[in-house]
């Protein structure tokens, strides 16, 4: 049974940092493709940043890039959002998906397991 854990939301002030984390357990291949989602209140869900655990190729959507970095810790099967700049626009619940496909898959469609999301707030 395919689990995936979020930690790390909470409330910050714009320009601010959050970091968040998403633990998988019981897929049985290291190799995989882990994104971030968003979905922000009265707003369809989106992606946000996406690696493939295989070799390290990450995709970012245009608004957060220089801002998000993405990254996987191996050894504990964490894929990490370190998230700074923080900008009021970023607050929505955030989720994170396991998706088994070889690359950084952008689509929602493709991704079959979903975390419980955690709620990130970014306050003016």
């Known amino acids: 049974q395919v689990q995936l854990v979020e930690s790390g939301g909470g409330s910050v002030q714009a320009g601010g940092s959050l970091r968040l984390s998403c633990v998988v357990s019981?897929?049985?291949?290291?190799?995989?493709?882990m994104g971030w989602f968003r979905q922000a209140p009265g707003k369809e869900r989106e992606v946000v940043a996406v690696i493939y655990t295989g070799d390290g190729s990450t995709y970012y959507a245009d608004s957060v890039k220089g801002r998000f970095t993405i990254s996987q810790d191996k050894a504990k099967n964490t894929v990490t959002l370190q998230m700074n700049n923080l900008k009021p626009e970023d607050t929505a619940m955030y989720y994170c998906?396991?998706?088994?496909?070889?690359?950084?898959?952008?689509?929602?469609?493709?991704?079959?397991?979903w975390g419980q999301g955690t709620q990130v707030t970014v306050s003016s």
């Open positions: 019981g897929y049985t291949d290291s190799r995989y493709c």
């Open positions: 998906a396991l998706a088994d496909r070889w690359y950084p898959s952008p689509f929602i469609s493709e991704h079959n397991y």
